[in-house]
């Protein structure tokens, strides 16, 4: 049974009706996310409307109860575990897109929409929403937008955060506050759009969003650029990066990745490849061919066994259907993984790349790299069985060692996946003692009494 206080209990079922679970079996499958953590919330709240949200966090503040909000728990950072009990808030049933003004290039959407659902609706306007995780036809705009979530084609289009226009949202003090406007250009106050865009639910729960949105290209192609080694592609991107021509997409693979690739995802590519770029440009039909030449140019060069665009849209979409299957595929080499995706200057992959190299040998332990190469964001896999203590131990250390690299390179902890549980601790490490500082007035500003997502992104 639950431990919170009766008339906390009797408000919230006359508030959300028959959106309010308390039953075990309800709490134990709102009780986790992809990071494979698992606490069990005190009862589950699955609001229709903002004005739910509002009585649920006065509420919950009066009594002193956490409030934990959650989209559909594709987050590997423990984000949305409820580690002090509390309320889970599911916004799975505010999945309307309320209007996508074509003319604006924008969309007005609830928290629970499927990133996938609404690309498919954009569609039939000739329009898209940039951010594009793996996880998009599971994972929630709300959960995009509180891990400000970016994908492949961020290195041209942005994150998340790059492309939200406004944002109405309830603080932990039940304040219903709309932030940002219906215009691409604003100076009226201060950003508080773009600050609550990656604060994991800490600072106020999302209840809509109005988000910018982009024409879909005319055209794109693909360019399989393969390499002696992860030295000589690590060196192509910098390369890539460094010419005028912006690709859509710049994904990485190391040779491990590329092997499962080929193995496990089917693609077609021959056993000598050590690393791996997969390119793609986008634009009219016009412009389009100049751009590949220029890419192809660039990604030519010390290293370099092949690069060639993709024969047809079926080998393009071929090639990405195993990029994306590389994350499941991952566990034939151990049953465990530590998946972090840290970000450094375009200019040190090849730095961060030997680094991580060097860190596994001397760790005895497999790390697959593979990830979003534009932007420096790669997703560096520790690969160990949990069973095992020191494998266990060992992988800890290496995780250590990977955040002491990226920082010592000038990157940052995150890209996409957010700090949660599993960074929170190495936030000293990342963020000097005064930036901390204001961060945590900033979250007793929208917080005072700290119950949302508490023990979450800040540390203790």
């Known amino acids: 049974m639950s431990d919170l206080p009766d008339d906390l209990l009797r408000t919230l079922a006359a508030a959300l009706g028959d959106g309010f679970r308390l039953d075990a079996d309800e709490r ?13 919330p005190d009862a589950v709240a699955l609001p229709t409307t903002r004005e739910q949200v509002v009585a649920l966090v006065r ?16 987050n590997t950072t423990g984000a949305a575990v409820p580690t002090a009990g509390g309320i889970v808030v599911s916004f799975e049933r505010m999945r309307r897109i309320v209007d996508v003004r074509p003319g604006d290039r924008c969309a007005v959407v609830e928290p629970g929409v499927l990133n996938g659902d609404l690309q498919r609706a954009l569609k039939a306007h000739g329009l898209f929403w940039p951010p594009d995780p793996t996880s998009a036809d599971f994972s929630t705009v709300g959960g995009n937008l509180a891990c400000n979530a970016g994908g492949p084609r961020a290195v041209k289009y942005g994150a998340s955060r790059d492309n939200v226009l406004a944002l109405t949202a309830v603080t932990g003090s039940g304040a ?30 999302i209840v809509e969003a109005m ?25 192509a991107v910098a390369r890539l990066m460094a010419q005028p021509t912006t690709p859509s997409m710049l994904e990485f693979m190391d040779g491990d990745a590329v092997r499962l690739a080929r193995e496990i995802g089917g693609a077609d590519l021959p056993a000598d490849t050590g690393a791996l770029l997969m390119i793609e440009a986008d ?20 290293g370099c066994l092949e690069a060639l665009p993709a024969a047809d849209e ?10 994306k299957a590389l994350s499941p595929a991952l566990r034939s080499l151990a049953p465990g993984k530590i998946n972090e ?15 991580v190299r060097t860190i596994a040998r001397d760790r005895a332990l497999p790390i697959v790299c593979f990830g979003h190469a534009g ?11 949990p069973a095992d203590a020191d494998q266990r131990a060992r992988a800890q250390t290496a995780m250590a060692d990977v955040f002491a690299l990226t920082l010592s390179l000038g990157g940052t902890l995150s890209g996409e996946h957010g700090i949660g549980l599993a960074k929170r601790d190495f936030m000293p490490q990342a963020i000097d003692a005064p930036t901390l500082a204001m961060m945590r007035a900033v979250k007793t500003a929208f917080d005072p009494d700290g119950i949302l997502n508490p023990g979450k992104l800040l540390p203790p």
């Open 59 to 74: 509420a919950c503040r009066t009594h002193r109860v956490p409030v934990i909000a959650r989209g559909r728990g594709t």
């Open 211 to 235: 988000l910018k949105l982009a024409p879909l290209p005319a055209s794109r192609r693909a360019i399989r650029a393969r390499y002696r080694d992860v030295e000589s592609a690590a060196a």
């Open 341 to 355: 995706d840290v970000v450094v200057p375009v200019s040190r992959i090849p730095a961060l790349v030997a680094g």
């Open 28 to 40: 134990l499958t709102y009780g986790y996310d992809n990071s494979r953590r698992h606490a069990l």
């Open 283 to 302: 634009g009219d039909a016009h412009t389009l061919p100049h751009a590949i030449d220029a890419l192809i140019s660039a990604a030519r060069g010390d």
């Open 176 to 205: 219903l506050i709309h932030c940002g406007s219906a215009t691409t250009k604003g100076a009226t106050g201060y950003d508080l759009q773009r600050l609550l865009v990656g604060s994991e639910g800490t600072l106020a729960l």
């Open 375 to 385: 932007n420096g964001n790669l997703h560096v896999n520790l690969m160990y069985d």
């Open 314 to 323: 079926a080998a393009r979409e071929r090639l990405w259907a195993a990029r």
